[in-house]
């Protein structure tokens, strides 16, 4: 019997048409399931200059406050834009690990989770009106559905549901306690519990399930590249400023502490890494240099 599950992440899956038959039916199901769906309008100020760190940065104090609503408003589409995908590849995930379970009852945890997925990914989508922003150019985005298409069931139970979904719980608790909207941030709250079981199941998982040789040298080679974007610092704040000169850049970098902004998410990842036993992946991070946070010249440079 063949363990191999092709599935394709679908980033740019499209939507049925408005009208199409099949909508009032998925309404249907969503709401037997308790799913909240009417659309809301977007929350421009749901996270203030002072949650990005902008409230320090010279160039933000400059703009004309037209202006500094624009970059909170596009940072605040940013973050729910990743959050909206992100969901979406947890449909993948979830789909793919329930067809490669090999106990019934992990079977029925994966089909569960994808529920948890769709009500999230739903729950998101309402506070996007105009639909997320697209995903070709977030480059975490691209690499998560990267891991969701090749990975195997023991790489994938490391890095999406111990390392990823854990790395989610503290991304979605930050978010959920700066939120300024309230009904957003009951929605934010409601999905970190969901991701709190899909993360804790995921390390009783990975528990039993040792990565083999081939594996482990093609998880280390996704960590590494993930700890490369980590290291970059806050790249998406300083591009909400809009074009700045390098110099320009590296102020804002400095402005936002970029070094203990990054030596902060390293640490977390570092200790995600470690509650799946990969002590040896840690060791290949460390020698490749990629759990030092870079300096701010060095972010600029890389944006
Ligand atoms: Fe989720
Ligand atoms: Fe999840």
């Known amino acids: 019997m063949s363990e191999r599950v092709r599935v394709r992440a679908g980033l740019s899956l499209g939507r049925l048409p408005a009208g199409h038959k099949l909508k009032p039916l998925l309404a249907a199901a969503a709401f037997k399931a308790g799913v909240e769906t009417p659309r809301l309008a977007f929350p421009d100020r749901a996270w203030d200059a002072a949650f990005h760190g902008l ?15 624009d970059v909170l408003k596009h940072c605040a589409k940013g973050l729910l834009s990743e959050s909206c995908h992100i969901e979406k590849l947890g ?7 329930s067809l490669l379970s090999r106990t019934e009852d992990e079977r029925q945890l994966y089909a569960l989770f994808a529920a948890d997925e769709a009500r999230h990914l739903s729950e998101i989508s309402r506070y ?3 639909g997320p922003s697209a995903a070709s150019e977030n480059p975490f985005l691209l690499l998560l559905g990267e891991i ?26 930050s978010l959920a306690r700066a939120c300024r909207d309230e009904g957003l941030r009951r929605t934010l709250r409601r999905i970190l519990k969901d991701e709190a079981l ?8 990975a528990s039993t399930e040792p990565l083999g040789r081939s594996e482990r040298r093609e998880v280390e080679a996704w960590l590494l590249r993930l700890a490369r974007m980590v290291q970059a610092g806050p790249q998406a704040v300083v591009a909400a400023l809009g074009p700045l000169s390098r110099r320009e850049r590296e102020k804002a970098f400095a402005e936002l502490s970029c070094e203990s902004h990054s030596a902060e998410r390293l640490a977390l990842l570092r200790g995600l890494i470690a509650s799946c036993g990969e002590t040896r992946a840690i060791e290949t991070l460390e020698k490749a240099g990629t759990l030092r946070p870079l300096d701010a010249a060095a972010c600029a440079r890389l944006s």
């Open 55 to 69: 409230d320090r940065v010279g160039a933000y104090r400059k703009l004309s406050s037209t202006r500094r609503k």
């Open 91 to 97: 449909l993948a995930f979830t789909a793919k690990m």
């Open 128 to 130: 996007l009106p105009d």
């Open 148 to 173: 969701i298409e090749r990975g195997d069931k023991p790489g994938l139970t490391a890095l999406i549901q111990v390392v990823l979904e854990g790395w989610g719980l503290t991304h979605y608790g």
């Open 198 to 205: 899909h993360h804790g199941s995921g390390v009783v998982i």
